[in-house]
Nanobody, 126 residues
Framework: QVQLVESGGGLVQSGGSLRLSCAAS????????MGWFRQIRGKEREFVAF????????YYGKSMQGRFTITRDNDKNTLSLQLSSLNSEATAVYYC???????????????????WGQGTQVTVSS
């Protein structure tokens, strides 16, 4: 069992940047590959970014509006997502998640992630 809490969302003007954070507790954070997902209103939750347990391997979704950088600090049990060059298509609730299952996809489908945070809202004006 691991508890995840996202923070850092808010309102940002088009073209601006935000940094999202995810704080983990309950289990050894460094054992879990981690992912960021987002859910645009009226659409299904979709993959944003993945990072392996050591932080040495990352993957990003293809159809993302803006630039994304996923990082982790295993000493501080935190996961981060840097969002830059944002446009209105980035408006969504962003979730961090811990991967517990292996599948054929490199980053894994939604079903590979057992633990989820409550989400943090990102709103881009325009």
């Amino acid at each position: 069992q691991v508890q995840l809490v996202e923070s850092g969302g808010g309102l940002v003007q088009s073209g601006g940047s935000l940094r999202l954070s995810c704080a983990a507790s309950g289990r050894t954070f460094s054992h879990y590959p981690m992912g960021w997902f987002r859910q645009i209103r009226g659409k299904e939750r979709e993959f944003v970014a993945f990072i392996d347990s050591s932080g040495g391997l990352t993957y990003y979704g293809k159809s993302m509006q803006g630039r994304f950088t996923i990082t982790r600090d295993n000493d501080k049990n935190t996961l981060s997502l840097q969002l830059s060059s944002l446009n209105s298509e980035a408006t969504a609730v962003y979730y961090c998640a811990a991967r517990v299952r292996l599948s054929g996809a490199e980053y894994g489908p939604l079903s590979d992630y057992a633990y989820w945070g409550q989400g943090t809202q990102v709103t881009v004006s325009s």
